[in-house]
């Protein structure tokens, strides 16, 4: 079992950035690659950025590309979520998430473990 905590979520003005940040606990030692998701109000989850377990496998979605980078420390058991040039679209509840493979997915259905969310507020 892995346990998910998001924090870094808050109110930025348009053209800001923000560091998500997300621990984890439990089961860490077992390879487990992380994603982030998002849902505004009214839409779906969807799939914003994942890393493998080494972090050398990134995946972004195409939406996001040349925004957001997602990093790694398995030491410290964190993934963060470094987010730039913010619009008021990304304004959604930002998910990290685990499953239990080395290599990440893009797909929510992919993923076993969930955090409970950090919102993100982009407004002027």
């Known amino acids: 079992q892995l346990q998910l905590v998001e924090s870094g979520g808050g109110l930025v003005q348009p053209g800001g950035s923000l560091r998500l940040s997300c621990v984890a606990s439990g089961r860490t030692r077992s390879g487990y690659a992380v994603g982030w998701f998002r849902q505004a109000p009214g839409k779906d989850r969807e799939f914003v950025a994942a890393?493998?377990?080494?972090?050398?496998?990134?995946d972004y979605a195409i939406s996001m590309k040349g925004r957001v980078t997602i990093s790694r420390d398995n030491a410290k058991n964190t993934v963060a979520l470094q987010m730039n040039s913010l619009t008021a679209e990304d304004t959604a509840v930002y998910f990290c998430a685990a499953r239990g493979f080395n290599w990440p997915g893009t797909n929510e259905y992919e993923y076993a473990y969930w955090g409970q969310g950090t919102q993100v507020t982009v407004s002027s």
């Open positions: 890393i493998s377990w080494s972090g050398g496998i990134t």
